[in-house]
Every structure is written in C-alpha cells, then in structure tokens.
C-alpha cells in the first residue's frame, strides 16, 4: 500500500513536471506576441508604465492600428500608411509566391530526374550532381549579395520584383531539392514503369502518376519556400528601395527611426507576422513535414 | 558486358527507339549556334558601346540578360532535336542546373574579381585593380577576426539549443494530453520574421525602463537590467533570441526522429525494467544519434547566416561584441560603401565555412560509422 503510494505520487510529480515545463514553454513562445498585440492598443503612458492586461491594467484603444489606417474608425476613410502597407504587403506576396512556385517547379523536376534516371555531366555523376544543389544550402547570402548587388546595378534589375524573384528562387530552390529528393524516391518505379508499357511518354508518366501521388510534399515544400521567402529580409535590404520593397524592409526602417511610437510598431511587427501565426494553425502538419523530411533520411 | 550494361541503367528504364533524321539534328544545332551568336554580337555592341568606341547601343545589359535566356531555351529544346528521348530526360535537371549556374556561378566569378580591386561605389573613379591589398587590410582588421570569433560562441551555442530542443522533443514525445496544441504553439516562433523578433524582443521587451523583461529581471534582484551595454551579456542576449526563433525547427526534426523509434525495442527495455534514464542513456539516445547530428548540422548551417536581428537590434555594438561576419561585411558595406573589400571578406568566410563544414561532415560520418 506504501509501494503503491509511492508511486502514485512519483507519477504525479512527473507528470506535474512535464506540464510545467510544457506550458512554462508555451508561455515564452506566446509570450512576446501577447505582449505586441497588447502594445498595439495602449496609450503613451500605458507603454511607458510596462502594463500587462488590458480593461484590468489599462483601457485598450485603436492606438496603433489608427495609424496604420486599419482601426475600425479610418478603415473606410483614405489613409496614406495603409496604401502603403497593403503596397508592401502585395509585394512581399507576389514576390515569395512567385519564387516559390519557379523553385517548386524547377526543384520537382531536378529531384525527380535525380530519383529516377542516371546523368552524366562530364565527370558529373547523379551523386555530384545531387551534391552540387545541396551545397547551395551551406553558401551565406552575404558571399552573394555583394557581387548580385553589382550585377543588378548593371542589368537595371535592382529594386524590380524581378529581381527579388530570381534571386529568392536562388536561395529556396535547394531546400525543395532536398525534400522532394526523398518524396520520389518513396514512390514505386514500377507505377511509372506500367505507364510507359502502355504507351506513356516520361513526361506524361510524371504529371499523369507521380504527380499526384507526391503532391502533398510539394504542397508542404511549398509552404516552407514561402515562409523563408515572406520572412527573408537581408537581400531585400540590399536590393530594393522603393518599387519592389517588402514588408520585413519597411518594418526594419520604421525601427531604426529615431521616435519610436511604440503602438505603431506594435500593429505592424503583428501585421506583418500574423498571415505565418494563421498559417502555423491551420497549415502545421505540413510544414512539420516538409522540415522533418531530410532529418529521418539523412 | 552486360553486367556493366546493368550498372548504366536508369531506375526508370524504357526502351523507347526514337528515329532522329540528320536534318532535325543539324536544326537543333543551328538554334544553339545562331542564339549564341545573337547573344555575342549585343554582348560586343555593349562593351564597345561603354567603352565609347561606337555611339549606338542600350542603356544597360538587360538585352544581353534577354538574349541569354534565349540561347538557353535553345539550347534546352535542341537537346530534344538532338538527343530525342534521352535529351527529353536531361530536360528534367536542365532548368534547375542552369539557374544555379547563371546565379551562382556567374556573379561568384564576378565577386571573385572584384574581391582584388579597390571599388567604392560612391566615389566616381570606378574600379581599380590592387591585388592583395585588401587581403593585406583583412589580415590586420581587427573587427573581422573579432566577428569570426563571435561565431565561433554563436556555434558553441547550438549546443545548448540543441539539449533544450531534445528535452522539449522527448516531452512532447511522452504521453500527454494536448499534444497537438503544444506542438501548433512551439512552432510558432519559428514562423515569425527575424525583423519582427527584434523588435518585439529586441527593442521592446527587452527595453530597460519598462520592458517586461527588464521588470521581471528588477524583480528578481537586478537593479540595473541592461541587455545591450556589456558585451558578454549583449551576446548572450542575441543568443538567446536566436535561439527562441530556431528551437523549433530543432525540435520538430528531432521530433520527427522520436516518433520513428522502433516501438518494441522500447517495450522490451521497459519489460526489462529499465528505469527512464537509462532508456534514454542506453537506447534512445544511441539510435537518435543520426537525426540528432543531421539536426545539429542544418542547425550550424543556419547559424552561420545569422544575420538580420543583429543588423537590427545591435548594429554588432557594443564594440563589435555581438558582430556575426555577415553583419559586419554589411555595415563595412553601408558604411564606406567598399564593394571590393567586403567581397573579399565574404569570399575569405565561404573558404572557412567550406573547410569548416568539410571537417565536421566527415568528423560526423566517422562518429557514426563508430556508433554502428
């Protein structure tokens, strides 16, 4: 009876142990976003004063948002902040979809024609090959920025959605190689193999069977590129200015602003990472298994 | 013969005898010739145009870019002329090879020019060549070898990152209730952009007069919390938001790995009446040991472009203490606008990590060749 005791309560202490440390994580992760989408309702003095609970600490109001042209009272009316927000907002969407989708594309057919036949590339073996997309994940952004910076001066690419476009596809299309790599060779050959007996072309092969059967991968590889993509924001500093500028840029600028109105910075850091928060929710078992996928293989 | 024949195979093989009539092969040729022979002409109405020897031409490369992409569809289409059904494979790899190459390759040599001239962008004399002067200034530039040692801490970081990662992975691992609540909230911090991190954390929270973080801190006992003034805590700081950001992804793959555990090893251990720490010790953590290095190796890929908070939050001050190499090849940038220089210092950083990254790769391999 002691025994058994014993270990009831041995059991509820770890248990009590795991849940604490669970949600004493839960906390630092939401922690920094509660504390942002509160910041965006004070006033002035309810920022320098560090209150916590809105209604309890202090009375909310549309501070931030107001200026951001995105508070229920100006929403209707013209606001100068916001046209150039959703400018931005557009931009940074049109630019990473884009990119994702060229590297999607260009990453399926490279990691499928690795998976599938043997190349040869003068000393260029299928392993090299695959080695040499790969090692594009190791190259820093800074080794290319400075050389692309000069590049784009030239070619009158700087600041153009174009070439934010090529260079993003640049920086993601590894990733989707590695992902998609394992994706297909998880799919039996002799699918494909019936298909070309009954008269298939290899391309029609591929879009007719494989297709859709790897198609929740290249959904998940997908969402990854445009993740790294909405977030990335060291190249889009260097190479643009005022057309093609993103979001991650102009939150940059607006902090090294010298007054800082804090509920203004608030609303848009929280503008600017809510579009990801909603994907996290609803999107998680995908992007879960687009980053898990090298780890068990590799 | 035929055992070779076996060896050469594709893994999707077909036989597929295609007919390919001199004339096609002799058109795909042509389209490769005369698209590269376009694209060389404007090439050298473009330098002779800038060179002013001749008053007609564009007003940048952008035609020269056009042309370029011509000939390499031409050349992607002419290896199906050609080669029929094995060019129509090849076709597979070409895109994503030639963009890597146009990318990469090309502004790579490009840089690599430009690493020996002396080039500022703001002062109008343009580039001049000057050999090994640059390197000469790396090697006795203070700030740069003090970057490279930052990150050096930044690496040994990973480790930490890595212990609370596996902690948070095995708890998510055990029997819980809520599971997929914890795992949606974890994720979160990774998703959110490093310009929001800093300010949110960086700029914010961290803020001394009344940040909660600072208040939390007065609380406990610090009366003066600052997070920026002396460098070791300044570092310690940017570790720790960097970390926040990428404890995630470390925890999603090692998740990943927990959850392929062979389930009746484990049975049998707990039949056996292991205790939970010796699991762990004995068999847990030995067969993990591949996702656990795979994990560690993208987490130190990533590490090494740690960048943007920095850029953001600290500028690398106080005195360069929180510098990563690439903030400090972007302030050399802005602030003296040396194109030349700060090239070389990147190039100097890629042979490093090259070596580095070869050292622990192969480290890796043999710790698990041991290991089995």
């Not at chain 1, 795991?18 to 509660?34: E, N, V």
């Not at chain 1, 931030?64 to 931009?91: C, Q, V």
């Not at chain 1, 991650?248 to 809510?274: D, E, G, R, T």
């Amino acid at each position: 009876m002691v025994a058994k005791g014993f270990i009831m309560k041995k059991e509820f202490f770890e248990k009590t142990l795991i849940y604490g440390i669970l949600l004493l994580w839960t906390f630092i992760c939401l922690f920094p976003i509660y504390w942002t989408a509160t910041t965006s309702f004070k006033t002035a003095a309810s920022v320098t004063q560090g209150l916590l609970i809105p209604w309890l600490d202090f009375e909310p109001a549309w501070k931030g948002w107001k200026n951001l042209g995105l508070s229920p009272d100006t929403i209707f009316t013209e606001s100068n902040p916001r046209e150039e927000f959703l400018a931005r907002f557009f931009n940074t969407a049109f630019i990473s979809s884009t990119a994702s989708a060229l590297a999607v594309i260009m990453g399926s057919f490279a990691a499928y024609g690795l998976s599938r036949f043997n190349y040869k590339f003068g000393f260029m073996r299928n392993p090299d090959i695959s080695f040499f997309f790969l090692s594009q994940l190791i190259l820093p952004p800074v080794v290319l920025a400075l050389p692309v910076l000069v590049l784009y001066r030239e070619l009158d690419l700087l600041d153009t959605h174009i070439g934010m476009i090529l260079i993003y596809t640049l920086t993601v299309l590894p990733i989707v190689i590695w992902i998609m790599r394992d994706q297909f060779n998880a799919v039996p050959i002799e699918l494909e193999e019936a298909a070309l007996v009954d008269g298939a072309t290899v391309w029609s092969g591929f879009f007719k069977i494989v297709f859709p059967i790897v198609l929740p991968g290249i959904a998940s590889a997908f969402i990854l590129c445009l993740i790294l993509c909405w977030n990335e924001y060291f190249l889009a500093a260097l190479i643009t200015s005022t057309d093609a500028k993103t979001m991650p840029v102009m939150v940059a600028s607006q902090i090294s602003s010298q007054s800082i109105k804090w509920w203004n910075m608030a609303a848009i850091s929280l503008a600017l990472c809510f579009p990801l928060i909603v994907a996290a929710i609803f999107l998680e078992r995908y992007i879960v298994k687009g980053m898990a996928a090298g780890a068990i293989k590799g | 013969m035929s055992e070779i024949k076996q060896m050469e195979r594709d893994p999707l093989y077909v036989v597929s005898p295609s007919y390919i009539s001199p004339k096609t092969k002799r058109f795909g040729k042509i389209l490769v010739w005369s698209s590269f022979f376009l694209m060389s002409i404007i090439g050298i109405i473009q330098i002779l145009y800038n060179l002013e020897k001749i008053n007609f031409g564009f007003n940048n490369w952008r035609p020269l870019l056009y042309s370029y992409i011509l000939w390499a569809i031409a050349i992607g289409y002419s290896r199906v002329l050609i080669y029929g059904e094995r060019g129509k494979r090849n076709l597979f790899i070409f895109p994503a090879v030639m963009f890597i190459i146009s990318i990469v390759i090309f502004p790579m040599l490009f840089g690599l020019y430009i690493s020996f001239t002396d080039w500022n962008l703001s002062s109008l004399d343009g580039r001049k060549f000057n050999g090994l002067d640059n390197f000469y200034q790396m090697m006795s530039d203070p700030y740069y070898w003090n970057s490279l040692k930052n990150m050096i801490y930044y690496i040994l970081a990973v480790l930490v990152e890595f212990a609370i990662a596996f902690l948070l992975a095995l708890l998510l691992n055990s029997q819980i209730k809520g599971r997929k609540f914890f795992r949606v909230v974890f994720l979160i911090p990774l998703m959110l952009s490093p310009v929001a991190v800093s300010w949110m954390v960086g700029k914010s929270m961290l803020e001394q007069r009344f940040g909660p973080v600072a208040n939390f801190a007065r609380w406990l006992g610090w009366e003066t919390p600052t997070f920026f003034s002396s460098p070791e805590i300044a570092r310690l700081t940017m570790m720790c938001m960097d970390a926040w950001t990428f404890i995630p992804l470390m925890i999603i793959m090692l998740l990943a790995g927990l959850q392929a555990l062979p389930k009746e090893v484990l049975e049998a251990a707990k039949v056996d009446g292991a205790n939970k720490w010796t699991m762990f010790k004995n068999i847990i953590f030995p067969i993990m040991l591949p996702v656990s290095l795979t994990t560690l190796v993208i987490r130190i890929i990533f590490k090494l472009k740690l960048a943007d908070i920095i850029i953001i939050v600290t500028a690398g001050g106080p005195g360069g203490a929180t510098d990563s190499v690439t903030s400090f090849i972007v302030r050399e940038y802005r602030d003296r606008s040396n194109v030349g220089y700060g090239t070389l210092l990147s190039f100097v950083y890629l042979i490093l990590i090259i070596i580095f990254m070869t050292i622990l790769i192969r480290f890796v391999n043999r710790w698990l060749q041991r290991a089995s």
